[in-house]
């Protein structure tokens, strides 16, 4: 059987976009065609309205076909603290649909996003004993995809020493 085909795009950071590079992301996913696309966070520079209004234009010309998008840190609003507090996600919900826990199935694949973003830390993420638990509880019910993918924005690991405090807090949990 074919294998599936997934385009993950990370770190778009709308708002600081270089439309050559935009140009240049959409000719490459019409190239590939893809059968899900993964946006895993930071679509956005400062989760701004006009940001997501970008983002969102992006998105309407991929490939239509399912997509399963995280936030990432930059996807909050970093000044405009009350809403950080209060509805940290609204502009994120507005452009990208509810937060919930997004899972896709493939013939050859099960993938499933996490919300690592804290609005209460500045960039770092964390993931809770519970969340961990329910994606764990995810995995087992997902039958028998060849190969099961968590997206989570923040790393659960890096490859170099000096970039060890970008790990996501609970990864050693997460990861076991």
């Not at 600081?16 to 590939?32: I, S």
């Not at 895993?40 to 209004?53: K, P, Y």
């Amino acid at each position: 059987a074919p294998m599936s085909v997934v385009l993950q795009i990370s770190d778009t950071h709308f708002g600081t976009e270089r439309p050559e590079v935009v140009e240049a992301l959409l000719d490459l996913a019409g190239q590939l065609k893809p059968d899900l696309i993964v946006l895993s966070g930071d679509l956005t520079q400062r989760a701004r309205a006009s940001e997501f209004a970008a983002f969102h234009a992006f998105l309407a010309r991929l490939p239509s076909v399912p997509r399963l998008v995280v936030p990432g840190n930059h996807d909050i609003p970093l000044f405009d603290v009350l809403t950080r507090l209060i509805r940290p996600f609204k502009a994120y919900e507005a452009c990208c649909g509810p937060l919930s826990a997004h899972s896709h199935s493939l013939p050859d694949l099960f993938i499933t996003g996490v919300n690592s973003v804290r609005p209460w830390r500045h960039k770092d993420g964390s993931l809770s004993s519970d969340l961990v638990e329910a994606v764990a509880e995810r995995l087992r019910c997902a039958g028998r995809a060849a190969m099961r993918i968590v997206v989570v924005h923040h790393p659960l690991d890096v490859a170099e020493e000096g970039a060890l405090r970008d790990i996501v807090r609970g990864a050693e949990n997460a990861v076991q």
